[in-house]
């Protein structure tokens, strides 16, 4: 992985839905490794999909130049949402087939950051042999487990 892309890695768990979520990320970049992980106390399981993501391009250093990024994830909701609904919500006023897009603040400012930088977002299989997003997955579930005692 030492093509100057940044991989950024994400996954969101919940403890019922809507409950207690987490949310896991590992950013790689050029043989450095950075963690990050958070717990909120009532949320859904895409909220949290969400959330992990925007932290870690929220958490990039202002270089004054686009990043070359991939995100990869577990998360057709997250995945589908930005490759593919993101630009038809807009065209119809954040309207989905079944009325205003759920989660339309995170969709809003990850469409937002995803403007910034060369951002290519890739589902990958979850709980498979992929060890970054099994590490995500741990992540965020243990964010639930250690606030909560849940998972």
């Known amino acids: 992985?030492?093509?100057?892309?940044?991989?950024?890695?994400?996954?969101?768990?919940?403890?019922?839905?809507?409950?207690?979520?987490?949310?896991?990320?590992?950013?790689?970049?050029?043989g450095f490794r950075k963690e990050m992980a958070a717990f909120v106390q009532h949320t859904t399981n895409n909220q949290m999909e969400l959330r992990a993501p925007l932290a870690a391009l929220k958490a990039l250093k202002e270089t004054g130049r686009p990043y070359t990024i991939k995100i990869l994830?577990?998360?057709?909701?997250?995945?589908?949402?930005?490759?593919?609904?993101?630009?038809s919500w807009k065209r119809k006023g954040w309207r989905g087939a079944k009325g205003p897009v759920k989660n339309r603040e995170l969709w809003e400012a990850l469409d937002k950051l995803n403007q910034l930088h060369n951002i290519e977002w890739i589902w990958i299989k979850g709980h498979a042999s992929n060890e970054h997003n099994n590490r995500c997955d741990y992540l965020a579930t243990e964010q639930i487990r250690i606030n909560t005692g849940a998972y």
Do not use: E, F, H, R
């Not at 577990?74 to 589908?80: E, F, G, H, T």
């Open 1 to 30: 992985m030492n093509d100057n892309t940044l991989y950024i890695y994400t996954d969101g768990a919940c403890a019922g839905n809507p409950g207690p979520g987490g949310w896991g990320v590992v950013m790689l970049y050029n």
């Open 73 to 87: 994830s577990d998360s057709q909701y997250l995945i589908n949402g930005m490759n593919t609904w993101l630009s």
